[in-house]
């Protein structure tokens, strides 16, 4: 079955404890993000790859990191967790072309 | 600037009845325009989308929207609303503007609430 997976899909942490959400799809797509979503402000993007090796910033990058060494791997990385990243974050996948964007199920993190 | 404007936060129609969600986008090149669904606790599925072609669409469960140019209009409608239907309808569009093929630009939903 094609999809995109997430893990963890609950976490709980506290401020500057570093954590890693992994992502992971089987569709073979060149193209992966992560979005976060807050209410009243919808989903936005926090960065995006377009290939292994290849990521850039998106709309709120900031204290976040991720990496692609594979291209069925996209882990975001908190290095230092603050509370204000308490959100529901998505990660997303999609092949070359104007195909339609896959999500995963969310995580959904609280930062105390 | 690129966006999406939902307009309506939350809609409440009775089971049975018409349903139109509004989407207005402005955007700087030829839009690839989506409908998203969100039901409680869960990820985002796709309804349906636009790339070209014929200006109506059909999606799942029912749904369908109209790209209207003159407007910058997609408004997602159903004709007969189910009570499973209540869920977070999110629009948003993509393309190929400014080379960032990969982005999706939502708008802040619209959350729909089905009465008896």
């Known amino acids: 079955e094609a999809q995109v997976t997430q893990n963890p899909r609950y976490l709980i942490t506290v401020t500057g404890k570093k954590l890693t959400v992994t992502c992971s799809q089987n569709?073979?797509?060149?193209?992966m993000s992560w979005y976060r979503q807050d209410p009243g402000l919808g989903l936005r993007q926090i960065y995006y790859s377009m290939n292994v090796e290849v990521t850039d910033k998106g709309d709120v990058p900031e204290g976040y990191k991720v990496s692609r060494k594979e291209k069925r791997n996209f882990p975001l990385i908190l290095e230092s967790p603050s509370p204000n990243q308490t959100s529901l974050y998505f990660c997303?996948?999609?092949?070359?072309?104007?195909?339609?964007?896959?999500f995963g199920p969310g995580t959904r993190l609280l930062v105390l | 600037a690129q966006s999406v404007t939902q307009p309506d936060i939350h809609i409440t129609v009775s089971e049975g009845a018409s349903l139109e969600l509004r989407c207005n986008y402005s955007y700087g090149a030829t839009p690839y325009l989506f409908w998203y669904v969100q039901s409680p606790g869960q990820g985002l599925q796709l309804l349906l989308k636009?790339?070209?072609?014929?200006?109506l669409v059909q999606g799942i469960k029912g749904f369908e929207a109209e790209f209207k140019r003159s407007q910058s209009s997609f408004n997602l409608r159903k004709p007969s609303v189910h009570w499973s239907d209540a869920a977070e309808y999110f629009c948003?569009?993509?393309?190929?503007?400014?080379?960032?093929?990969?982005?999706?630009?939502f708008g802040t939903g619209t959350l729909l609430a089905v009465q008896p």
């Open positions: 997303a996948s999609r092949g070359r072309g104007r195909e339609t964007q896959y």
């Open positions: 569709m073979n797509h060149e193209y």
């Open positions: 948003a569009v993509g393309g190929n503007y400014g080379g960032a093929t990969n982005k999706l630009i």
């Open positions: 636009y790339f070209s072609g014929d200006t």
